[in-house]
């Protein structure tokens, strides 16, 4: 009887270490504070495309986070998704000339927004908007891409085969 008790004290252990283990390495690669701290202000930028971008998501300038994506909406007057996004006030040198780019992080990672310096003197400010931005490259509209040219080389080649063969028929119907 004893030894019961403690094979399932032990095994309800490993169960809760287990647990305790997967929510330390979903907050690793998810890469996400838990918490917002410090003073921030708020850009936005529009894009046609943000793919699978979530609030959340980090903001980047050279591989460093300076803030996250507050909110993501929809602009109906010109048919844009709007990113806002909060940056921490201790990034406030960032050129209003800059551009934003949605970013994936690895092969099948999640998408971040990255921000490259641009060269104005002036610097962006709360409730400014980045006006260059590169939309999301969706892996499906690529593999699409691809698809599509390679049935049109493949649909021309066999036309100009078709049209060899017939000039041959034609030919050996002279002789």
Known sequence: MRSTRAVEISTGLFVLLGFAALFFMVTQITNR???????????????ENIGSLKP???????GVTVGRVDSIGFDQNVYKAVVKMRIASNYNRIPNDSDAA????????????GI??????????????????????VLENLINQLVASFMKRDNSDEAQQGAEGGQNKTEEAKQ
């Open 56 to 62: 959340g998501a980090a903001v980047s300038m050279a």
């Open 116 to 137: 490259t310096a641009g060269g104005s003197e002036e610097y962006l400010k709360s409730g400014d908007r980045i006006t260059l931005v590169q939309d999301a490259l």
């Open 102 to 113: 949605i970013m994936t992080s690895g092969l099948l990672g999640g998408q971040y927004v």
């Open 33 to 47: 504070e838990l918490s917002v701290d410090g003073a921030s202000y708020d850009v936005t930028a529009q894009f």
